[in-house]
C-alpha cells in the first residue's frame, strides 16, 4: 500500500521527477519526461504496478522500516534518508542528476556505524503498471525492456531474480559506500553511458547551490520561500520551459471519490503565476524561457488559446481511464491525459497577460512578438467577454457567467492599455479604455450582492468563491472599498474549515453540485494563502500571519505541499507536490515581509 501523501519526497531533474516514500520506496516515475508512461506506479495501486525499495532489510512478512531521519542536502533536491537499525545506522542518498542525455535516477547507499544487512528490491513495470518488461543481462548489466523502453539497471552489488523482481542483498559498514542507478533509454538506441555516481552527485549539489544563490528574497520566511522556489524550478520541464501544475497524475481531492485528474501538463494559469513568483525573487531566465514556450504554444492559432498544453506545447491531450489501476487508497478512475484542455476560461486571458505585463515592467527584454500576441488576445476578448464559460475551477457543469472570469477579463485589457500608454504597442486606447470600463461597470452591478455586501460566484448566483480573494490582489477594487472588506468577511464566514482554511467553493457531497461532480473536496490551499494575502491588505496583519504560518504547518518535514488539506482526515491530499500551492507561499511571504508582520 502507498504512503501518505506527505511521506513522500520529490527529487527530479527538471524533465521528469519521482517521489520517494519515508520507507525507501519509489513509488511513482515516468520516463524520460513528467507526462511518459510511469515504470513505478505502485503509488497508483499496489507493489505489482512497480515500485523500487531500498533499505534495511527485514522479514518479507513485515512492514518496511521508515527511516528515523531525512532531509534535503543543504538547498538541493538531493534526499538524504537515515535508517537506525538493532545492527547500527545506515544512510541512503536519491537524487536525479540533471542532464542532457539519459534521465537517472541514482541512489547511494552509506554506511554509518555498525553492519546493517540491506536489500534493493526493483520491480519494473511499464505503461503505469500493465506491462511486464524483458529483464536480462547485456554485457554484464541489467537491462528491461518493453517495446520502444529500455531501462538500465547498474550496481557493483551482486544481482539476482526472483518472481520477475530484480533483488540485491548486501551488508554495509562504517565508510561503505555502494550505488545503484536506472537509466532510461530508447530501445532501439545503444545503450546509455555507464553511470557515474560520486561525480553526478557532487555536479547536482553544484548545480542546485549555484541555482538558489540568484534568489534575491532574504527575509524572516527564506527557508520556506527557497524550498518552494526548488519545487517549482523542478517542476519546470527544462527542454522547453514550459511548467507542470505538479508531476502526478490522480491523487485524489476526495480520498475515495472521483476528483482524480492529470496535472503533467502546463497550464497557463498555473504557469503565468509561477512566472510572477520566480520574476519577484530574481530568477528572470526561467521567466524567459517560460515566454518563448508561451509564444511557440501559441504559435498560429493565439485566439483559440487553450488553458493547457502538452510541456513541449502539445495541443491534444486527450483523457482516458486506466482501469488496470485501483487508485490511491482505491480512489477511482486514475486518469491520464487532461478533458478540459478545451475548456473556454476567460481568465486565463488575464493571467496570461499580467505575466507578459510583469515580464516588461521588471525588465525583461523586450519581444515584439509577445507585444503582439498581448493585442490579439486583447481583440478576442473585445468579442467574448461577456460569455458564461467554466471558469477558473473547470467546472464539468454548464457553463457561468464567474465573476472571477470576468475580472480577469479586465486585467488583461488594463494591462493591455498600460502596454500601449507606455509607447511598446500601438492599439486603440479609447476603445479598450472604454471597453474596461464597460467590464468593471457589469462586474459590480451583476455580479455583487447589495444585501450581504459580497461579491458571488457568477450572476445572479448566491454562492461564494474563493477566487473572489483575487479582487483587490489584482488591482479591480482597492483593499479598502467596503465591497472588498465585505466579500472577504462573507468567504471567512461561509467558506471557512473548522480550523480555519478556506475551500474554494461549497461542494455538495454526494450531489452533484455546481463543478458537475459528486463527494466533497478538502480545503483548496492556494484560497487560504490568498486569505492570509487579503487580511494583510486590509490591515488586519497579525490575523494574516497567523494563517499564513499555520498554512506553513501543514507542509511535510521536507516542506512540500499538494493541492489541499482535508480538514477531516488532517492530511494533504490533491496531486503532489502542487506549483498552485507553493507559488501563494512565496508571494505571501514576500508580502508578510513587506509589511513587517512577521513574529520574531
Not at 538500465?152 to 555502494?178: C, H, M, N, Q
Not at 545503450?191 to 549555484?210: H, M
Request: charged letters at 25%; a negative charge.
Amino acid at each position: 500500500m502507498a504512503g501518505r501523501i506527505e511521506d513522500y519526497a520529490l527529487i527530479g531533474d527538471m524533465q521528469t521527477a519521482a517521489l520517494v516514500c519515508r520507507d525507501g520506496t519509489v513509488d511513482w516515475l515516468c520516463l524520460p519526461r513528467f507526462d511518459s508512461h510511469a515504470i513505478f506506479a505502485g503509488l497508483l495501486g499496489t507493489e505489482e504496478h512497480g515500485f523500487w525499495r531500498l533499505g534495511p532489510a527485514h522479514a518479507s512478512d513485515a512492514e518496511p522500516p521508515r527511516a528515523a531521519r531525512r532531509g534535503y542536502r543543504g538547498d538541493s533536491l538531493i534526499l538524504e534518508s537515515e535508517w537506525d537499525t538493532p545492527r547500527g545506522t545506515v544512510r541512503v542518498t536519491d537524487f536525479m542528476p540533471p542532464r542532457d542525455g539519459a534521465p537517472q535516477l541514482i541512489r547511494i547507499v552509506e554506511g554509518v556505524s555498525g553492519r546493517v544487512p540491506m536489500r534493493s528490491t526493483l520491480r519494473m513495470r511499464f505503461s503505469y503498471g500493465r506491462v511486464v518488461p524483458w529483464v536480462h543481462k547485456h554485457e554484464g548489466r541489467t537491462v528491461a525492456v518493453a517495446g520502444p523502453d529500455s531501462v538500465w539497471f547498474d550496481t557493483e552489488a551482486e544481482t539476482y531474480g526472483k518472481s520477475l523482481t530484480t533483488y540485491a542483498d548486501f551488508t554495509v559498514a562504517p565508510g561503505d559506500r555502494i550505488a545503484f542507478t536506472i537509466s532510461w533509454e530508447p530501445s532501439h538506441k545503444e545503450p546509455p553511458a555507464l553511470p557515474e555516481p560520486e561525480q553526478s552527485l557532487q555536479a547536482t549539489e553544484d548545480f542546485w547551490r549555484e541555482w538558489v544563490e540568484h534568489c534575491t528574497y532574504h527575509g524572516p520566511y527564506r527557508e520556506a520561500v527557497v524550498r518552494s522556489l526548488i519545487t517549482l524550478k523542478a517542476l519546470t520541464y527544462a527542454p522547453t520551459g514550459g511548467i507542470v501544475a505538479a508531476p502526478t497524475t490522480s491523487l485524489p481531492e476526495d480520498i475515495g471519490g472521483v476528483r482524480n485528474w492529470d496535472y503533467r501538463y502546463t497550464w497557463l494559469r498555473d504557469a503565468a503565476i509561477t512566472l510572477s513568483s520566480l520574476l519577484r525573487t530574481g530568477y528572470r531566465e526561467e521567466a524567459r524561457a517560460w515566454r518563448e514556450w508561451l509564444l511557440r504554444a501559441v504559435a498560429g492559432d493565439p485566439e483559440n488559446l487553450q488553458i493547457m498544453y502538452g510541456i513541449a506545447g502539445e495541443r491534444e491531450l486527450g483523457e482516458a481511464e486506466l482501469d488496470w489501476l485501483p487508485g490511491y487508497e482505491s480512489s477511482a478512475p486514475v486518469r491520464v491525459g487532461n478533458g478540459a484542455a478545451h475548456q473556454l476560461q476567460l481568465d486565463v486571458y488575464g493571467e496570461v497577460t499580467e505575466a507578459l505585463h510583469l515580464g516588461h515592467m521588471t525588465g525583461l527584454a523586450r519581444n515584439d512578438y509577445a507585444s503582439l500576441l498581448q493585442l490579439k488576445l486583447i481583440r478576442y476578448l473585445e468579442r467574448h467577454w461577456d460569455e458564461p464559460d467554466e471558469g477558473i475551477w473547470e467546472v464539468r457543469g454548464p457553463r457561468r457567467h464567474f465573476v472571477h472570469s470576468k475580472v480577469m477579463a479586465w486585467v488583461a485589457v488594463d494591462r493591455t492599455i498600460k502596454l500601449i500608454e507606455s509607447g511598446d504597442a500601438d492599439g486603440p486606447l479609447e476603445r479598450w479604455r472604454e471597453l474596461r470600463d464597460d467590464i468593471h461597470r457589469d462586474v459590480c452591478e451583476k455580479g455583487y450582492d447589495k444585501e450581504r455586501n459580497t461579491f458571488t460566484q457568477s450572476y445572479g448566483s448566491k454562492e461564494l468563491d474563493a477566487s473572489l480573494l483575487l479582487i483587490p490582489q489584482m488591482g479591480f477594487l482597492p483593499p479598502d472599498d467596503k465591497r472588498v472588506i465585505g466579500t472577504i468577511e462573507a468567504i471567512q464566514r461561509e467558506l471557512s474549515t473548522s480550523d480555519g482554511f478556506i475551500l474554494r467553493y461549497p461542494t455538495e457531497g454526494d450531489s452533484e453540485g455546481v463543478d458537475g461532480l459528486p463527494g466533497d473536496e478538502g480545503a483548496f490551499l492556494a484560497c487560504s494563502f490568498w486569505m492570509a494575502d487579503d487580511l494583510a491588505m486590509i490591515g488586519r496583519v497579525d490575523e494574516a500571519r497567523r494563517l499564513f504560518e499555520k498554512l506553513l504547518a501543514l507542509r511535510n518535514d521536507l516542506g512540500l505541499l499538494a493541492e489541499e488539506w482535508d480538514p477531516r482526515l488532517k492530511r494533504q491530499v490533491g496531486n503532489f507536490p502542487q506549483a498552485f500551492s507553493h507559488v501563494p507561499l512565496i508571494d505571501t511571504a514576500l508580502r508578510l515581509t513587506a509589511s513587517g508582520a512577521y513574529g520574531g
